[in-house]
């Protein structure tokens, strides 16, 4: 740095120009000292960056700045997870559910009579198909509290027994309706008029049918006064319930027999092939109680060895057939 040259002021007062000089001379200094140092300080106090050194091009272009390395952030490995094992629990040794014992129930088969004394059937009761159990055998096919026929008997050539005369909405065979007709006729020329309160009855509709006796009067009676399912005449198509014309139901009577159409059938029926099933005092032969309304026709050359011998109807078919 050039010194500073003072020249003195004129007048009295040199010395206020070397007061002043001395001062000009300390402020210079502070500022060059000042100067000297503000290189080596940065922007915000601290020390400032070195460049780094560059060897000048040849050519004259900037060199690039070196591009720097960017170390990737390691992508962070997840801690696995661990699943525990399940604990297997070993199955139970499956118990089989037992199952219920099937009671075997051997196909009704007809046999010889099961007790000594047979055919006296009152109070036994058995399922033992009849040995006559085709439609054709419909005049010798053995029905008691012991013989039945099949749950699928069913006759298809019913027809209603309006047909013959009567009130209808009853199913009877159609080969019955001839001698029905005439029996009927006969009854009404005798002034004991007829009338039917039931006919053929399938096997279902007699289940139907012993249930409301066993609601009526309790089972044991019922067993007295009505077949159990396949053990009923009217299954068969050929077997009528009759009462008189205009009358009551025949079991409301202390005795239809006694009255004009009852006594009527009872001296008449067998001549046009109908007989009665369940006499009067017969329980130990037939295993049911006196019907004088209930009557099974089997033809009037059959119906007319019935009434001959005295016996049964079911006395008669077992002996016979």
């Given at each position: 740095m050039t010194g500073i040259i003072v020249r003195p002021a004129p007048g009295p007062t040199l010395l206020n120009a070397i007061a002043y000089a001395a001062m000009a001379v300390i402020t210079l200094v502070?500022?060059?000292?000042?100067?000297?140092?503000?290189?080596?300080?940065?922007?915000?106090?601290?020390?400032?960056?070195?460049?780094?050194?560059?060897?000048?091009?040849?050519?004259?272009?900037?060199?690039?700045r070196p591009t720097p390395t960017v170390t990737p952030t390691p992508t962070p490995t997840a801690t696995p997870v661990v699943t525990p094992s399940p604990v297997v629990t070993p199955s139970p040794t499956p118990v089989p559910t037992p199952l219920p014992t099937p009671i075997v129930t051997p196909a009704p088969t007809p046999t010889s009579p099961p007790m000594a004394g047979y055919p006296l059937p009152g109070g036994i009761y058995l399922d033992i198909l009849t040995a006559h159990r085709g439609y054709g055998d419909w005049a010798i096919s053995l029905l008691d509290t012991v013989y039945m026929l099949p749950s699928g008997y069913y006759p298809g050539d019913l027809v209603d027994t309006?047909?013959?005369?009567?009130?209808?909405?009853?199913?009877?065979?159609?080969?019955?309706v001839p001698d029905l007709r005439a029996m009927v006729d006969a009854a009404r020329a005798a002034g004991a008029p007829l009338a039917v309160v039931s006919a053929f009855r399938s096997h279902d509709q007699?289940?139907?049918?012993?249930?409301?006796?066993?609601?009526?009067?309790?089972?044991?009676?019922?067993?007295?006064?009505?077949?159990?399912?396949?053990?009923?005449?009217?299954?068969?198509?050929?077997?009528?319930?009759?009462?008189?014309?205009?009358?009551?139901?025949?079991?409301?009577?202390?005795?239809?027999?006694?009255?004009?159409?009852?006594?009527?059938?009872?001296?008449?029926?067998?001549?046009?092939?109908?007989?009665?099933?369940?006499?009067?005092?017969?329980?130990?032969?037939?295993?049911?109680?006196?019907?004088?309304?209930?009557?099974?026709?089997?033809?009037?050359?059959?119906?007319?060895?019935?009434?001959?011998?005295?016996?049964?109807?079911?006395?008669?078919?077992?002996?016979?057939?």
């Open positions: 502070s500022w060059n000292l000042l100067l000297d140092l503000t290189p080596s300080l940065g922007r915000d106090g601290g020390p400032a960056p070195i460049a780094p050194s560059a060897t000048p091009d040849p050519t004259g272009a900037q060199s690039p309006g047909t013959a005369g009567l009130n209808g909405g009853y199913p009877i065979r159609a080969f019955v007699q289940v139907g049918t012993f249930n409301h006796w066993v609601s009526v009067a309790g089972y044991q009676q019922a067993l007295r006064t009505s077949a159990r399912p396949g053990h009923s005449e009217h299954q068969l198509g050929t077997t009528l319930d009759f009462t008189s014309a205009g009358g009551a139901a025949p079991w409301e009577y202390t005795d239809w027999a006694t009255t004009p159409a009852g006594a009527w059938m009872r001296a008449n029926a067998w001549r046009y092939g109908f007989v009665m099933s369940y006499p009067a005092g017969s329980y130990a032969q037939t295993g049911y109680d006196y019907e004088p309304w209930h009557y099974r026709y089997v033809g009037r050359e059959l119906a007319a060895a019935i009434a001959a011998s005295g016996l049964t109807p079911r006395e008669f078919l077992w002996m016979s057939f």
